[in-house]
């Protein structure tokens, strides 16, 4: 009898396949954090999340990124504003990383996954357009930095 993939690995394949995807078609645009950031709180509200506009982005966040790490798919998140605009998400350890996705990709443009849900909760919040650097993929992790614009023009 054939052997199945585990769930994790198959979360694994599919972590590899929308790095490609991201690879392919560059910086995610509003539409697509307009879609995440509606389906964030019908997904997640079954734990407790509930993204409303207003709320201070940190805070909104960190919900966010402790419901992840209950999960035990992340470690060592950090979201924090580094100036009025600007925002960064450090992901220490995503258990997703002994794919050696991040290797195959280091060369690559690409967004991690989890900095795309992050950039949409803060469009939610904050109700501007959000623009999100290139990740930069670390071993076991990465550091994105997002910034609020009240308009962008693609």
Same mark, same amino acid.
């Given at each position: 009898? #054939?052997?199945? =993939?585990?769930?994790? &690995?198959?979360?694994?394949? *599919?972590?590899?396949?929308? /790095?490609?995807?991201?690879?392919?078609?560059?910086?995610? @645009?509003?539409?697509?954090?307009?879609?995440?950031?509606? $389906?964030? =709180?019908?997904?997640?509200? $079954?734990?407790?999340?509930?993204?409303?506009?207003? #709320? +201070?982005? &940190?805070?909104?966040?960190?919900?966010?990124?402790?419901? *992840?790490? !209950?999960? @035990?798919? *992340?470690?060592?998140?950090?979201?924090?504003?580094?100036? !009025?605009?600007?925002?960064?998400?450090?992901?220490?350890?995503?258990?997703? %990383?002994? %794919? +050696?996705?991040? !290797?195959?990709?280091?060369?690559?443009?690409?967004?991690? =996954?989890? %900095?795309?849900?992050?950039?949409?909760?803060?469009? !939610?919040?904050? @109700?501007?357009?959000?623009?999100?650097?290139?990740? #930069?993929?670390?071993?076991?992790? %990465?550091?994105?930095?997002?910034?609020? /614009?009240? /308009?962008?023009?693609?």
């Amino acid at each position: 009898m #054939e052997e199945r =993939p585990s769930e994790k &690995e198959i979360v694994k394949i *599919l972590h590899a396949i929308l /790095y490609a995807f991201e690879a392919t078609v560059g910086t995610p @645009g509003s539409k697509v954090l307009i879609h995440v950031s509606r $389906k964030i =709180p019908e997904i997640f509200g $079954k734990f407790g999340f509930d993204l409303r506009k207003g #709320e +201070n982005p &940190e805070e909104s966040v960190k919900k966010l990124l402790e419901i *992840l790490e !209950e999960t @035990g798919m *992340l470690k060592d998140t950090e979201f924090k504003r580094i100036d !009025e605009h600007t925002f960064e998400f450090r992901l220490g350890e995503c258990s997703l %990383s002994d %794919s +050696n996705v991040h !290797e195959l990709l280091k060369s690559e443009k690409v967004f991690c =996954p989890y %900095s795309i849900a992050v950039a949409a909760v803060l469009r !939610e919040v904050t @109700g501007r357009d959000v623009v999100l650097s290139e990740s #930069e993929l670390t071993e076991k992790g %990465s550091v994105t930095k997002m910034r609020l /614009y009240k /308009y962008v023009v693609l």
